[in-house]
């Protein structure tokens, strides 16, 4: 069955930009997709990562007036006029992380003419034990105690945040430029895309299965494709909309333009404003939450000007019951009258549509088997780019090309797939070195980052040295699956918690992330297995032909 395609110049037009589309930001979006997909499990592999966080936590538990008071007893530094946030613990993530600003110190100059400085306010970042009521201060800033230095390295790593300034901005560039080569891609295959998405066979030569298969997969992931670009590039160059956005709605207010997009932005309170001792703790404050508004969690609680008559508590909601169920209130603690609300069900169009753009972007919605899905969605996407790169490579294996060009290709591809391969078991390194380093370690987050990262850079220069594909993917799949059987042994030799004891605990979070990586090295070392005997094979069909070959000539 055929479609109605491109005429034969606009064909030829998309098929060549979407071909440099797609090798421009290959091994880019595949650093996104991959660090994305371990990304979507930030939570549940937290109590991994966390041995503190191994308990389990009951509903509403949290302590918001105790954690205030023994802040004020610990840390008498901390300015609690200034935004006090509070992220209560869940049952993935059980300690409750809080964040506030310390009051401005004041120092002299040692010069001679002793001047008076005021030193930079900084952040502090804290977690509250729930069954042992203690307070720390976290690792660094973003890190949580006993550091989550996966989930948050990989998530900054999802929009390639370790690249100071504009980080950020090539991974927006780049999710641009994946809408645009998947939109190429369907209208270049769109004559006899159904006819090859039923025509799909691992018979023939490697460039017919390479493209088979990225036509394939590529149709059945494309509505998650298109979602990530879209939302991807949204996230990473909203300012590049939301400017325009200021200027032709709000006349360029942008005070106007926040407070229709993110109205708990703009909340402003009295710098004058008196002290008061009677105000409503923040506890029966957000109970009244639960009393009042059914179905939601408070996912978040931040406290500002507390200790003022002009105190306001804002609290972000969940209702887990509907898409798109995240909302904010804001009261005052001196009657709790309020000043601000977005409740799930009674949201703009506006908000329900910003809301709406995080919760498919995070996964938000679904629970863990939407999770799973999107997981798995992500890692055929990185096979799709992988193809896609063969693809290439294959297609300017022919004679109108010279030696020196296809030695050009052939190091472009296995550069591109040094890159690529070498970080699945730089990720598996990433778990093993956030066990195996010490908890007690100075700066333990940086050791674990800088373990991973020269990890993946030894293992992209060890890839490069591959004579070819083939030689390549086995030695990378070989290597994933020694390690990632690594990763459970990690755990229980260093914590004790060995898989079956995890089960038999019912700590299933932390078993779950173990048996992904036996699992994971189970999937290698098959796959490796079979990537050898059908290269074997090919060598041999090979090797028979040339001397049948031979027996015809002579």
């Known amino acids: 069955m055929k479609l109605k395609g491109l005429s034969n110049r606009a064909f030829n037009i998309f098929f060549h930009t979407h071909t440099v589309a797609g090798i421009v930001i290959s091994f880019a979006l595949y650093i996104i997709f991959f660090a994305g997909a371990f990304t979507i499990f930030r939570s549940e592999f937290y109590q991994w990562e966390n041995l503190e966080a191994r308990i389990r936590l009951t509903k509403n538990a949290v302590e918001y007036d105790q954690i205030i008071q023994k ?25 409750t992380t809080v964040w506030v600003s310390m009051k401005d110190k004041v120092g002299k100059n040692k010069n001679p003419k002793n001047e ?43 929009y390639f945040s370790q690249i100071p300034l504009i980080g950020s901005y090539l991974s927006g560039l780049v999710a641009f430029f994946f809408l645009f080569a998947s939109i190429t891609g369907v209208l270049i295959h769109w004559r006899n895309i159904i006819t ?6 691992i018979r023939g030569t490697w460039k017919q299965i390479w493209t088979n298969a990225h036509t394939v997969f590529g ?28 200027l032709v709605f709000f006349n360029g207010d942008q005070k106007a333009a926040l407070a229709a997009f993110r109205p708990d932005r703009v909340i402003e309170v009295n710098e004058k404003s008196p002290i ?47 898409f798109n169920g995240n909302g904010v209130v804001g009261v ?49 996407t990185c096979f799709i780019i992988i193809s896609g790169v063969l693809i290439w490579k294959e297609a300017r294996n022919k004679k109108e090309y010279s030696e020196q060009q296809k030695r050009f290709h052939h190091r472009v591809t296995i550069w591109y797939l040094a890159i690529c391969f070498g970080l ?28 991973f990262f020269s990890a993946w850079l030894l293992l992209m220069i060890l890839g490069l040295f591959a004579k070819n594909e083939s030689i390549l993917t086995k030695r990378y799949l070989y290597i994933n699956g020694f390690l990632s059987l690594i990763v459970p042994i990690s755990n229980g030799i260093s914590t004790g918690d060995w898989l079956w004891k995890t089960l038999v605990n019912q700590q299933y979070y932390v078993a779950a992330v173990d048996i992904f990586w036996l699992l994971t090295a189970l ?9 050898l005997n059908k290269s074997d094979e090919t060598k041999k069909i090979k090797t028979v032909s040339t001397i049948k070959t031979n027996e015809q000539l002579a």
């Open 71 to 95: 802040l004020k007893q610990q840390y008498p530094d901390v300015n609690t006029e200034k935004d006090i946030i509070m992220r209560p613990g869940t049952a993935k993530e059980p300690l």
């Open 116 to 158: 008076v400085k005021k030193a930079r306010a900084e952040s502090l970042e804290l977690v509250y034990h729930p069954i042992n009521k203690t307070l720390k201060v976290s690792e660094g800033k973003f890190q949580k105690e006993g550091t989550t230095t996966i989930g948050e390295t990989l998530f900054r790593l999802h």
């Open 196 to 201: 090859k998405f039923y025509g799909f066979s």
């Open 219 to 246: 149709l059945i992931g494309l509505p998650f494709q298109m979602m990530y670009a879209v939302t991807g590039a949204f996230y990473c160059l909203s300012i590049l909309l939301l400017a325009p956005a200021t």
């Open 276 to 322: 008061s001792t009677n105000l409503k703790t923040i506890n029966s404050t957000v109970n009244e939450f639960y009393k009042t508004i059914p179905d939601i969690e408070v996912t978040r609680v931040t406290v500002k000007h507390l200790g003022r008559e002009d105190a306001i508590l804002t609290a972000y909601l969940q209702d887990e019951t509907i």
């Open 332 to 380: 005052t603690l001196k009657d709790g009258k309020r000043v601000m609300e977005v409740l799930p069900k009674e949201k703009t169009y506006t908000q329900a549509v910003l809301g709406a753009i995080g919760t498919m972007h995070f996964a938000e919605f679904g629970g863990i088997s939407l999770k799973i899905m999107f997981f798995l969605l992500a890692l055929i």
């Open 424 to 451: 699945f078991p730089a990720t598996a390194i990433l778990f093993m070195a956030e066990r195996f380093i010490p908890m007690t370690l100075t700066n333990h987050s940086f050791w674990v980052n800088t373990s």
């Open 523 to 531: 999937i290698s070392i098959v796959l490796a297995s079979t990537i």
